[in-house]
């Protein structure tokens, strides 16, 4: 299935991929929102509707996603309907991302932590930096489903992780205090996830409020490059100073 604004497929600066509706926004709504309005083009990709959540149905994170996606003006917004609860990283699933980045070619990517305690998360994030490596390969044939034609290798500049429930030291904070009302807006668009009580006999494993602790967690990393709010992330290679990606995150 397919969640679109706009065209499905146009060359986006930043791809953003998340494990279900609403970890996007959580994780790197401020970056997206941010880059967006100096006029990057940007694009959210959900791995799975979040059909096994406690809260809500897939039905409903289908509306609030078209609406997270519009109040973060994203270009597109797509599903790939991965299995919410079966979230594997497997060959198949690899090649799968990689089309996606094929196809959008961006920029800049914005990866799950793996490693995070949800198995979904930590499945993502492992599938999708493997999609990095084999998005470039050219030798590694990808044909569009949809027009039958072989996709053309792509690699981004640089793949940003950004952690969700773990406290991991980040390699660059962004300030996001001039649209972190926008950010909440985005993520309290998930109405069904966020302002709905739990079963009697849920057990927490996170937090009961995740509202109050996203702003609490901006906050906290805002503090650490004295900013009203900030985003963590986490870069696995070297940023190399002066090019022309470390500039657009240095305006950021």
């Known amino acids: 299935m397919v969640i679109a604004m706009n065209e499905p497929y146009i060359p986006v600066d930043i791809l953003a991929f998340g494990a279900h509706p609403d970890d996007v926004e959580m994780g790197c709504g401020g970056l997206l929102a941010l880059a967006q309005s100096r006029g990057a083009r940007t694009a959210i990709i959900d791995c ?39 979230l594997m990283d497997t060959l198949e699933n690899r090649d799968i991302i990689a089309a996606e980045i094929r196809r959008f070619t961006p920029k800049l990517l914005l990866i799950p932590y793996a490693g995070d305690r949800h198995p979904d998360h930590d499945a993502a994030g492992r599938m999708i930096q493997a999609a990095v ?67 009697a006999d849920y057990k927490f494993i996170g937090t009961h ?31 190399k100073i002066g090019d022309p990606l470390t500039q657009l995150l240095g305006m950021l």
């Open 48 to 86: 799975t509707r979040g059909e096994m959540a406690s809260r809500g149905t897939a039905e409903e994170r289908d509306v609030e996603s078209a609406a997270a996606a519009a109040i973060l003006r994203v270009t597109a917004r797509r599903n790939l309907n991965l299995g919410d609860g079966r």
């Open 133 to 199: 490596f084999y998005a470039r390969m050219k030798n590694r044939i990808l044909i569009d489903q949809e027009t039958g034609t072989e996709l053309a290798a792509h690699a981004p500049d640089l793949s940003l992780v950004f952690p969700m429930h773990e406290m991991e030291r980040p390699t660059l904070v962004v300030d996001v205090s001039a649209v972190h009302g926008q950010k909440m807006e985005a993520v309290k668009a998930f109405r069904s996830q966020f302002y709905t009580d739990m079963p």
């Open 209 to 239: 409020d995740y509202i109050r602790m996203m702003e609490a967690r901006g906050v906290y990393y805002g503090s650490m490059i004295q900013a009203d709010y900030g985003e963590p992330y986490i870069c696995r290679t070297p940023l």
